[in-house]
Nanobody, 129 residues
Framework: QVQLVESGGGLVQPGGSLRLSCAAS????????IGWFRQAPGKEREEVSC????????YYADSVKGRFTMSRDNAKNTVYLQMNKLNTEDTGVYYC??????????????????????WGQGTQVTVSS
């Protein structure tokens, strides 16, 4: 069964850190673009960060650049999102997704959610004092 499973969400105070994990099963992450997306209440789902596994290139949304870092562990078939200096605007449900379609750069792919055809169930991140 092809699936992505996120974990690592939770409640954290402003300025704190969390690390999200996205474990793939039923397929290998090689040759995929893996993305992290988030959706806050009442807002559309937005891209946060993406990584091209085969090219090891990453993209970060301006709102998280310098605070969030994507990485991967090929042996575990897992990608991670390290989130530092969290603020209340980072609150939302975080989803990971995978795409075999590559549109130009990793940024081009990341901002085109419709090309991501495998989605996880999401993990809640709440930043609050």
């Amino acid at each position: 069964q092809v699936q992505l499973v996120e974990s690592g969400g939770g409640l954290v105070q402003p300025g704190g850190s969390l690390r999200l994990s996205c474990a793939a099963s039923g397929f290998t992450l090689n040759y995929y673009t893996i993305g992290w997306f988030r959706q806050a209440p009442g807002k559309e789902r937005e891209e946060v960060s993406c990584i091209s596994i085969s090219e090891s290139t990453t993209y970060y949304a301006d709102s998280v650049k310098g605070r969030f870092t994507m990485s991967r562990d090929n042996a575990k078939n897992t990608v991670y999102l390290q989130m530092n200096k969290l603020n209340t605007e980072d609150t939302g449900v975080y989803y990971c997704a995978a795409s075999r379609i590559r549109l130009g750069t990793v940024q081009d792919t990341c901002i085109t959610k419709r090309v991501f055809h495998i989605w996880g169930q999401g993990t809640q991140v709440t930043v609050s004092s």
